[in-house]
């Protein structure tokens, strides 16, 4: 996904709606061994944090998530631990969905 340095959440929400007919359900992040939710329409006790994250630049959301600020030497951000939904409400398996970082 180009330019995806300057995308809040709800942005990556949007454009995957938009473009793909996909509604994103869940996006954990990967912190050590372990994967934590920062987004899921489907926990009703991650609604307030998942709203509030909407608005958050996807850069700023990961790095904060895992302790590791994305930085302009990097160029590539792989999420692994997302899902997907079609808009009828069909689970989608898909292949990792792979930030660019357009600095």
Same mark, same amino acid.
């Given at each position: 996904? $180009?330019? +995806? @340095? /300057?995308?809040?959440?709800?942005?990556?929400?949007?454009? #995957? /709606? @938009?473009?793909? /007919? &996909?509604? &994103?359900?869940?996006?954990?992040? *990967?912190?050590?061994?372990?994967?934590?939710?920062?987004? @899921?329409? *489907?926990?009703?006790?991650?609604?307030?944090?998942?709203? +509030?994250?909407? +608005?958050?630049?996807?850069?700023?959301?990961?790095?904060?998530?895992?302790?590791?600020?994305?930085? $302009?030497?990097? +160029? #590539?951000? $792989?999420?692994?631990?997302?899902?997907?939904?079609?808009?009828?409400?069909?689970?989608? /398996?898909?292949?990792?969905?792979?930030?660019?970082?357009?600095?």
């Amino acid at each position: 996904m $180009p330019n +995806a @340095s /300057k995308l809040t959440l709800g942005g990556f929400v949007e454009l #995957f /709606k @938009s473009e793909h /007919k &996909l509604e &994103l359900q869940e996006l954990m992040l *990967t912190v050590g061994d372990k994967s934590q939710m920062v987004y @899921s329409v *489907t926990l009703a006790q991650l609604a307030e944090a998942s709203k +509030a994250n909407l +608005a958050r630049p996807l850069v700023e959301l990961i790095g904060e998530t895992t302790k590791q600020p994305l930085t $302009p030497a990097m +160029a #590539f951000y $792989p999420l692994t631990d997302i899902v997907f939904a079609t808009v009828d409400g069909d689970d989608v /398996k898909c292949a990792p969905v792979v930030l660019q970082l357009d600095w």
